[in-house]
C-alpha cells in the first residue's frame, strides 16, 4: 500500500471555499451519475461562465487522464496518470475548495497498448459513499481497487488478463450487489460482478466473441425488471445482477461499442461506432434471442462513436465525434432536427434542469433549451480543451480539463 500526501496550492480565479451553500442535492457518485442517464435536476446550475466568471474554483492535476471526476458526501475523486513513473493514480479533492486531500498510488507497472487518444487513466471511477472503486491495465492485466475516503487502498485484485490495442476505457458501477467491471477486449473478455468488501468475485460473465469494446454498464428496472444492459463485442446484452445469467441478447449494433446505452419509453437504445456507426432501439421484455423480434428502429447516419447519447423525456440528443447535433423522436427513431454547433467532440452531453450541456473538444460549452429546435441558451468558454464528461452537484458543475480540473458554480 502506496499513498503520497500532495500539498497543492489552489488557483485563485474565485473565492476559494465558495461553493454554494445550499440544501445537499444528490451526488455524482459513477460515470453518467447516480442512474447511469447523464442527467441532474439542480436547479442551482448556472448556465453562463467564462475563465474567470462563475468559477468557483480551479485546480491543477499532478498528471494525465481522461476518466470523468465524481462527487460523493464532501469529496471529488479523479484519476490521474504519470506515463513517466508508469503510475496510476487515484486523488481525492474537498469539494468546497478543490484542495487536493490525498493522492493515492494504486498501481504500478508497464504503460499498456492503447489508442492515440486513450490514456491510463480514461476509467471513471466509481462510490458507494464509504469507499471509491477504480480499475486499471497494464500491458498484461486489469486490476481494481477500492480505496476508502482517506485514501487507503482497502483492497486490490486483478479480475483477469487483458489485452487490447486500444487499451482500456470501461468504468466499473456500483449497485446493491457489488462493483460491476466490463473486461470487453481482445483477449480473454469477461463481465464481473466483485464484493464491495473484500473484492471476492461474486459471479462472472463470458461474453460470446471476444472483442475490445468501452461500453459502461447500466442498471435499470426500465420494462419491469431488474437487469444490467450493456453494449460490445457484437452484441447488446441484459444480465441479471444477482448472478450474471443472461436474460437477453440482440445481434449489434457494431462490432466495436464506446458509447453506454440508454434506457426509456420501455426501450434501450444503444450506439456503435467500429467499423461503421450504427445505433437501434430494442423493446424491453424478451428473453433469449430478441435480434429479430424486438428491434423498434435502426439508424446509421450522424451517430456517434465515443460520446455518450443523452434521453431526455420525450428527446433523444445525439452527438458525433465531428460536433453534428441530432435530434430523434425516442420511440419512432425520427429525426427531428440535425445541426452543426461546435467542434470535435468526445464529452458526452448532460441534462441539468431541462437543458442540455454540450462541452467540445476546445473546451467550449454550448447549453440548450431541452426542445428540438436546439435553442441556444449560452456558449461558455473555459480556454482548456475537454474530452470528457462533467459531474453534477449542489448548484456546480465539475469539468475535468486537458490539465486542470475546475468547478464552476454560482458565487455568493
Given amino acids: 500500500m502506496q499513498k503520497i500526501l ?21 451526488d455524482w457518485p459513477m460515470w453518467r451519475g447516480p442512474r447511469g442517464d447523464g442527467i441532474s435536476h439542480d436547479p442551482e446550475v448556472p448556465t453562463r461562465w467564462t475563465s474567470t466568471e462563475n468559477i468557483v474554483w480551479k485546480v491543477a492535476l499532478p498528471g494525465q487522464g481522461l476518466s470523468s471526476p465524481i462527487v460523493s458526501a464532501d469529496a471529488v475523486f479523479v484519476t490521474c496518470v504519470i506515463p513517466e513513473t508508469q503510475s496510476r493514480h487515484l486523488l481525492g479533492l474537498e469539494r468546497s475548495s478543490g484542495k487536493i486531500l490525498w493522492n493515492t498510488l494504486v498501481h504500478t507497472g508497464p504503460i499498456e497498448n492503447q489508442h492515440k487518444f486513450n490514456t491510463s487513466a480514461s476509467s471513471t471511477p466509481a462510490s458507494d459513499g464509504q469507499q471509491v472503486y477504480c480499475t486499471f491495465v497494464d500491458d498484461e492485466k486489469l486490476v481494481v481497487a477500492a480505496i476508502d475516503f482517506h485514501g487507503v487502498i482497502r483492497w486490490k485484485i486483478t479480475p483477469g488478463t487483458y489485452f487490447s490495442k486500444h487499451g482500456f476505457a470501461a468504468s466499473p458501477i456500483v449497485c446493491e450487489e457489488g462493483v460491476v467491471v466490463n473486461g470487453h477486449q481482445d483477449g480473454s473478455a469477461f463481465v464481473v460482478m466483485l464484493d464491495r468488501h473484500d473484492g471476492h468475485e461474486i459471479w462472472r460473465y463470458k461474453p460470446e466473441t471476444d472483442l475490445r469494446s468501452f461500453s459502461t454498464p447500466l442498471l435499470t428496472s426500465e420494462g419491469g425488471t431488474r437487469q444490467l444492459i450493456l453494449s460490445g463485442a457484437k452484441q447488446t446484452i441484459g444480465l441479471n445482477p444477482e448472478n450474471g445469467t443472461l436474460l437477453w441478447f440482440a445481434e449489434g449494433p457494431t462490432e466495436k461499442v464506446v458509447c453506454s446505452p440508454s434506457v426509456g419509453h420501455g426501450q434501450v437504445f444503444a450506439f456503435g461506432g467500429s467499423p461503421d456507426t450504427r445505433a437501434f432501439s430494442l423493446k424491453l421484455g424478451g428473453r433469449g434471442d430478441i ?44 429525426v427531428l432536427k440535425n445541426l452543426r454547433k461546435g467542434g470535435n467532440t468526445y ?30 441558451l449560452a456558449v461558455n468558454e473555459l480556454n482548456e480543451p475537454v474530452q470528457t464528461t462533467p459531474a453534477v452537484s449542489d448548484g456546480c458543475i465539475f469539468v475535468r480539463g486537458e490539465k486542470h480540473l475546475w468547478c464552476i458554480g454560482r458565487r455568493p
Fill in 291 to 334: 435480434t429479430q423480434s424486438h428491434v423498434v428502429w435502426t439508424r446509421e447516419r450522424g451517430m456517434p462513436y465515443v460520446p455518450t447519447p443523452l434521453l431526455y423525456g420525450d428527446y433523444l440528443h445525439i452527438v458525433d465525434d465531428s460536433g453534428i447535433y441530432t435530434c430523434m423522436e425516442p420511440k419512432s427513431g425520427k
Fill in 347 to 376: 464529452s458526452s452531453p448532460i441534462g441539468i434542469d431541462n437543458k442540455l450541456y454540450s462541452f467540445d473538444d476546445t473546451g467550449k460549452c454550448t447549453v440548450f433549451e431541452n426542445n428540438a429546435e436546439y435553442s441556444v
Fill in 6 to 26: 500532495v500539498y497543492v496550492s489552489v488557483v485563485a480565479v474565485a473565492f476559494v471555499g465558495s461553493a454554494p451553500q445550499m440544501s445537499r442535492a444528490e
